[in-house]
T-cell receptor, first 111, second 114 residues
Framework: EDQVTQSPEALRLQEGESSSLNCSYT??????LFWYRQDPGKGPEFLFT???AGEEKEKERLKATLTKKESFLHITAPKPEDSATYLCAVQAPTGGFKTIFGAGTRLFVKA | DSGVTQTPKHLITATGQRVTLRCSPR?????VYWYQQSLDQGLQFLIQYYNGEERAKGNILERFSAQQFPDLHSELNLSSLELGDSALYFC?????????????FGSGTQLSVL
């Protein structure tokens, strides 16, 4: 069964304190690994897609990396506005390319 | 603004009732996805439609049904509602129906069953 596990569940950082979020996945025939950001009461917003092991993507203070079993979202020098829930998702051909989400990591950045 | 429109934003109803949630995808997107998000379950995939046809099915209850119309908007019907159906329901859309595509989410419908 396709599965996505994210850790930690919650992360509290001081402004400027860099850290990483983890996403472990078990899926047959990965078609893509996605990172989304979700603010309270809003729909998830797309950040990155990674397709193969070794791939990296960057956007402002965020950098996503992918291995054969996990992905990391590195946050460099975070700011309070980076506070949100970060969701990892995988897409596989099993059952028609459905996108399966992890439970998310809630990030709190204090000024 | 993602371009995906969901109505209504809030819905309060009683147990045993039936409700319909509506979603208009982004212009040009052929796929529509429905997700349920509750505090203890996270984002759960319900169902996907591509150009009017059911493409993938997740953990959707038999009391729930959906369809995509010729103009590509979609409706999610929830019947015989139970307290546990209270959740945030999201619609998302993508250009095609195949793999590797990012999803664009609407702002959700908050359903409260009393």
């Amino acid at each position: 069964e396709d599965q996505v596990t994210q850790s930690p569940e919650a992360l509290r950082l001081q402004e400027g304190e860099s850290s990483s979020l983890n996403c472990s996945y078990t899926v047959s025939g990965l078609r893509g690994l996605f990172w989304y950001r979700q603010d309270p009461g809003k729909g998830p917003e797309f950040l990155f897609t990674l397709y193969s092991a070794g791939e990296e993507k960057e956007k402002e203070r965020l950098k996503a990396t992918l291995t054969k079993k996990e992905s990391f979202l590195h946050i460099t020098a975070p700011k309070p506005e980076d506070s949100a829930t970060y969701l990892c998702a995988v897409q596989a051909p099993t059952g028609g390319f459905k996108t399966i989400f992890g439970a998310g990591t809630r990030l709190f950045v204090k000024a | 603004d993602s371009g995906v429109t969901q109505t209504p934003k809030h819905l309060i109803t009683a147990t045993g009732q039936r409700v319909t949630l509506r979603c208009s995808p982004r212009s040009g997107d052929l796929s529509v996805y429905w997700y349920q998000q509750s505090l203890d379950q996270g984002l759960q995939f319900l169902i996907q439609y591509y150009n009017g046809e059911e493409r993938a099915k997740g953990n959707i209850l038999e009391r729930f049904s959906a369809q995509q119309f010729p103009d590509l908007h979609s409706e999610l019907n929830l019947s015989s509602l139970e307290l546990g159906d209270s959740a945030l329901y999201f619609c998302a859309s993508s250009v095609g129906g195949g793999g590797g595509e990012k999803l664009f989410f609407g702002s959700g419908t908050q359903l409260s069953v009393l």
